[in-house]
């Protein structure tokens, strides 16, 4: 029984990676490529990244981004109605806004920004929008 807890658990989806380090550096080496100013939805994220990830996924590992020296923009990754759904999960419960808002991105009275006017895709992406998921780390 404590070898079990030992042991990275998976997800019972058989198409989704374990949940190794492996999984969560590629999200993470993604959105540390986001520019300043600019944005991705958890959604595209998931799609860049190919199989194995979905948007609730990638909303879990921003959650839990880890604080190292990397300094990873967790708040760049906003859900796809331009929204943030981090409220209630930070301190204070507007950080994500205000980090936003900081770096010029502006949100309306109900606390949404045009998304496509922020919205950035790898170019790498952009470029052979196929059904070639997940060639960005092959």
Known sequence: MADRKNKLISNTVKTRPRDEPSFRERAYELVLRIPRGRLMTYGLVARVLGEGYDARAIGNLMYATPKDDRAIPWHRVINSQGGLSTTGLTVPPDLQQRLLEAE????NDKGKCKLEAYLW??????EGKDENQGALFS
């Open 104 to 107: 010029g991105i502006t949100f």
């Open 121 to 126: 895709t790898p170019p790498e992406y952009a």
